[in-house]
């Protein structure tokens, strides 16, 4: 599934953010906080994972050029030492410049293994690619995370905004 990603100023559609959903043949659709900690624990997250990368880029290989494409990465991906090729192979294979991709991670990438998750993070970002923080505020929502690592985006859990007006 794709969520779509607006820009306030213009009111149009600037990118997507993929969203895995298991479509069983008795339950229908499961939501992604039911089979994902058990892709992690069993380890499945990984090929999952790919397969996310590689037809969430084949996909927006077929929308305009100035759309994005917004991955969710687990802290397991992060690690994998072939998450870089796997996704320089779908840019290029699909012909969607690097720029055009978003990587979002959760604040317990930057808890887990920091400074490993860093330097991964730093060689995505020179090979063009943006890295979003997602759910700032969800985990232990320390500002220091936000030194740490030069975001292209920060998303702000609902939680913090929900009552901005009030």
Same mark, same amino acid.
């Given at each position: 599934?794709?969520?779509?990603? $607006?820009?306030?100023? !213009?009111?149009?559609?600037?990118?997507?953010?993929?969203?895995?959903?298991?479509?069983?043949? +008795?339950?229908? %659709?499961? $939501? #992604? &906080?039911?089979?994902? #900690?058990?892709? +992690?624990?069993?380890?499945?997250?990984?090929?999952?994972?790919?397969?996310?990368?590689?037809?969430?880029?084949? @996909?927006?290989?077929?929308?305009?050029?100035?759309?994005?494409? =917004?991955?969710?990465?687990? #802290?397991?991906?992060?690690? =994998?030492?072939?998450?870089?090729?796997?996704?320089?192979?779908?840019?290029?294979? &699909?012909?969607?410049?690097?720029?055009?991709?978003?990587?979002?991670?959760?604040? =317990?990438?930057? $808890?887990? @293994?920091? +400074?490993? &998750?860093?330097?991964?993070?730093?060689?995505?970002?020179?090979?063009? $690619?943006?890295?979003?923080?997602?759910?700032?505020?969800?985990?232990? =929502? !320390?500002?220091?995370?936000?030194?740490?690592?030069?975001? !292209?985006?920060?998303?702000? @859990?609902?939680?913090?905004?929900? +009552? %901005?007006?009030?």
């Amino acid at each position: 599934h794709y969520q779509p990603l $607006m820009n306030v100023k !213009s009111a149009s559609v600037a990118g997507f953010e993929a969203l895995v959903r298991w479509h069983h043949p +008795e339950r229908g %659709i499961i $939501m #992604p &906080n039911s089979f994902i #900690p058990i892709a +992690e624990e069993t380890g499945l997250i990984v090929s999952l994972g790919e397969w996310v990368i590689r037809k969430a880029i084949a @996909d927006a290989a077929k929308w305009p050029d100035h759309i994005t494409i =917004s991955i969710n990465l687990s #802290p397991v991906q992060v690690r =994998s030492p072939v998450l870089l090729g796997i996704l320089m192979h779908a840019a290029a294979s &699909n012909c969607v410049a690097p720029e055009r991709i978003c990587l979002e991670i959760t604040e =317990s990438v930057l $808890m887990q @293994d920091s +400074e490993a &998750n860093i330097q991964a993070l730093h060689r995505l970002r020179d090979f063009g $690619m943006q890295i979003s923080l997602d759910d700032f505020g969800t985990g232990y =929502s !320390s500002l220091n995370y936000l030194r740490t690592f030069p975001f !292209s985006k920060v998303k702000i @859990d609902r939680c913090f905004v929900s +009552e %901005i007006e009030e």
